[in-house]
């Protein structure tokens, strides 16, 4: 909608999906073959080609979670400092 190459929104949704995965986990790629999620991408463009806006587009709901997990640690992790020194 934006102007975006509809193949580099799905390589960057594969590569933030894989990112998203524990890196023991084991993906069935066929009868008796498993990988594990590791993949490496890159947009390459010409300036104002969307590269940018597609990144954040499509880590936008992990880097939510990430930061909303980072603050539930640091409250937690703060609560057992204070535990800690009594």
């Not at 975006?4 to 790629?29: F, N």
């Not at 009868?31 to 880590?59: C, D, F, H, N, Y």
């Amino acid at each position: 909608a934006r102007g975006a190459d509809p193949s580099a929104v799905a390589m960057a949704v594969l590569t933030t999906v894989a990112g998203a995965m524990h890196a023991e986990t084991r993906v069935r790629a066929g009868e008796g073959w498993l990988e594990r999620p590791l993949l490496w991408t890159v947009l390459v463009g010409r300036p104002s080609a969307m590269k940018s806006p597609i990144i954040e587009k499509t880590t936008r709901p992990l880097s939510r979670i990430d930061n909303e997990r980072a603050k539930h640690w640091h409250q937690e992790y703060a609560i057992w400092q204070q535990n800690k020194t009594k």
